[in-house]
T-cell receptor, first 116, second 114 residues
Framework: DTEVTQTPKHLVMGMTNKKSLKCEQH?????MYWYKQKAKKPPELMFV???????INESVPSRFSPECPNSSLLNLHLHALQPEDSALYLC???????????????FGEGSRLTVL | AQSVTQLGSHVSVSEGALVLLRCNYS??????LFWYVQYPNQGLQLLLK??????LVKGINGFEAEFKKSETSFHLTKPSAHMSDAAEYFC????????????FGTGTRLTIIP
């Protein structure tokens, strides 16, 4: 199983709503990532979790709140978003320093978020 | 600091022609280099990677890339383009194997002309 599964695939929310994006992997990876991708742009790193601990926060606004309940799951809680937050949100996972692994990221299909 | 430059935001080739997508990197230490492909409304899929060893690496869908340290390049090639190759291609670099950031280039949109 080499998949990263993201739900929902599409989400429309108002600026006062609270919603969550979910990500799951069963590859035994101990690093998980959230990226934001605007149209015609490369993915931008938001957060990295290593061994279920937040290791990188790229100065993301607090209206985005990540959570890593266990080594297989990653959530992104959304609250009071702005229309400019509309984007494709990508989850990824990778192995950490283990012999024989080269650390490439495996991406999910993404969650397309529209903020009205 | 690490960075990646992709020359050409748009590349068009005829079906059956050679595909060449350019990537140059900047890194103070030996890098790990990756090419990813993204089809419309999908996530990123790994095409190929260079970490150590053989400098010519082969990937999926007939793509290959050559790591040239002297030129700090990692260009992606395919001998014969198919219509299904139309997509966005991203070159990426990371300098350590750990939880350090994967830095993406700005991407190249490949169009295949029938």
């Amino acid at each position: 199983d080499t998949e990263v599964t993201q739900t929902p695939k599409h989400l429309v929310m108002g600026m006062t709503n609270k919603k969550s994006l979910k990500c799951e992997q069963h590859m035994g990876h101990r690093a998980m990532y959230w990226y934001k991708q605007k149209a015609k742009k490369p993915p931008e790193l938001m957060f990295v979790y290593s061994y279920e601990k937040l290791s990188i926060n790229e100065s993301v606004p607090s209206r985005f709140s990540p959570e890593c309940p266990n080594s297989s799951l990653l959530n992104l809680h959304l609250h009071a978003l702005q229309p400019e937050d509309s984007a494709l949100y990508l989850c990824a996972s990778s192995q950490l320093k283990v012999a024989g692994h080269t650390g490439e990221l495996f991406f999910g299909e993404g969650s397309r978020l529209t903020v009205l | 600091a690490q960075s990646v430059t992709q020359l050409g935001s748009h590349v068009s080739v005829s079906e059956g022609a050679l595909v060449l997508l350019r990537c140059n990197y900047s890194s103070s230490v030996p890098p790990y280099l990756f090419w990813y492909v993204q089809y419309p409304n999908q996530g990123l899929q790994l095409l190929l990677k260079y970490t150590t060893g053989a400098t010519l690496v082969k990937g999926i869908n007939g793509f290959e890339a050559e790591f040239k340290k002297s030129e700090t390049s990692f260009h992606l090639t395919k001998p014969s383009a198919h219509m299904s190759d139309a997509a966005e291609y991203f070159c990426a670099v990371r300098v350590n194997f750990g939880n350090e950031k994967l830095t993406f280039g700005t991407g190249t949109r490949l169009t295949i002309i029938p």
